[in-house]
């Protein structure tokens, strides 16, 4: 089963953007994800929380694969550095239709 993550961020400083974006895409590329959205055009239509600056979405082919990328001795610093220099939301969800079981 597919695995999304979702990512709401905000940029508080920006020192880890450049070395972030660098190397995200070949990490997130070694785990079978892909990007789905990057980008600050969000339209909020429900809902009371701040629009984040940026919204991002990314497939992974399972949920092992999404972990794997997440927990990744590649990916660790540059998730460290990001919390460091923004705030926001991350999750995982599955691709199901949980309505549907």
């Known amino acids: ?14 020192h880890w953007v450049g070395p972030y974006l660098a190397h995200v895409n070949q990490i997130v ?8 959205a990057r980008t600050s055009n969000i339209d909020q239509v429900e809902g009371t929380d ?7 979405i990314l497939e ?12 990744s001795p590649e990916y660790t610093p ?3 550095a990001g919390k460091e220099g ?8 599955a691709g199901e239709d949980g309505a549907r079981s």
């Open 50 to 56: 701040s629009v984040p600056q940026t919204a991002v």
């Open 29 to 36: 590329e070694r785990y079978g994800g892909k990007y789905l």
């Open 86 to 93: 923004s705030f926001g939301k991350f999750y995982f969800v």
């Open 1 to 14: 089963m597919k695995y999304y993550a979702v990512a709401e961020v905000n940029v508080t400083s920006p």
């Open 60 to 71: 992974f082919p399972s949920r092992e694969a999404a972990y794997g990328f997440y927990n």
């Open 78 to 80: 540059l998730r460290e």
